[in-house]
C-alpha cells in the first residue's frame, strides 16, 4: 500500500471513530493525518477535524482546523474550508472575519462551496444592513442555478427586495424556479454549513423570514471525488 493510499485509509478509520460518537479518537487520528502533509488525506482530515472541534465546543481550535482545510491549496476542500470558516467567524461574532472567508469561497467559483457561501454571505450582509451587498450575494447564488441553493437565496432576495420597496429598480431573479418561490411567499432558509467533506448535497428546510440563525449541521457540503461515502457522524 502506498503512503498516500495508508493516510487516506486513516482518515476513514478517523471518520469511522467519529460515526460511532468517539469524537476525542476521531480528532487524534485526524491530528495525524493533518501532520502527514498527505496532498489529499490531509486537508480532508483538516475539514473534519474542525467539525469534531466544533462539536466538542473548542471554537478556537475548530477555527485553526478550518483555517488549515482553507489554506491548503486543495482545488475542492479549500473553498468548503472557507465556508465553513466563515460560519464559525459569523457563530464567533467576527462578521469581518465571516465576510471574507466567504469572499475567497466564492472567488474560487467552486461549484459547491461558492454558491453556499454567496447565500451565506447575502444573511450576513442583510443582517448587517447592507442591502446593496447582499443582493449582489443573493443574485449570484440565484445565478449559479445550484437545486438546493439558487430557489431558497430567491425566497431571502424577494423579501429584501420588498423590505427595500425596491423590486422594481433591483429587478427580480431570472431563475424559472425562483420566480413561482417568491410569489410563493418569502421564506428564509438557514445558512449552509457543512458537516463533513464527505456527505451528500442536501437542500435545507425553508424558514421564515424571521428566523437567521444557522442550524448547524445543514447537510451542504461537496461531495469530494473518490469520497464515495455519507457523513451521518455528526448527526
Known sequence: MSVAAGQLQEYQRGVQLA?????????????????????????????????????????PAARAAYENAAYSGHPDIAPVGDRELGVLLNDMGDSEGAIAAYQRAIRTQHPEAAPTA????????????DADGAISAYRYAIGSRHPAVAPGSAHQLGYLLEQEGDSAAHGTPTCSRCI???????????????????????????????????IPGTRMPPRMPGGGWECSWSR
Open 118 to 129: 454567496a447565500s451565506n454571505l447575502g444573511d450576513l450582509l442583510s443582517d448587517l444592513g
Open 19 to 59: 460515526r460511532s460518537g468517539d469524537l476525542t479518537s476521531a480528532v487524534a487520528v485526524f491530528q495525524r493525518v493533518i501532520q502527514s502533509a498527505d496532498r489529499e488525506a490531509a486537508p480532508r482530515a483538516a475539514l473534519d477535524l474542525g467539525l469534531a472541534f466544533k462539536l466538542l465546543g473548542d471554537m
Open 180 to 214: 413561482p418561490a417568491i410569489q410563493n411567499g418569502r421564506r428564509k432558509q438557514p445558512r449552509f454549513s457543512a458537516t463533513c467533506s464527505g456527505s451528500k448535497v442536501t437542500p435545507p428546510a425553508p424558514r421564515p423570514p424571521s428566523s437567521r440563525q444557522l
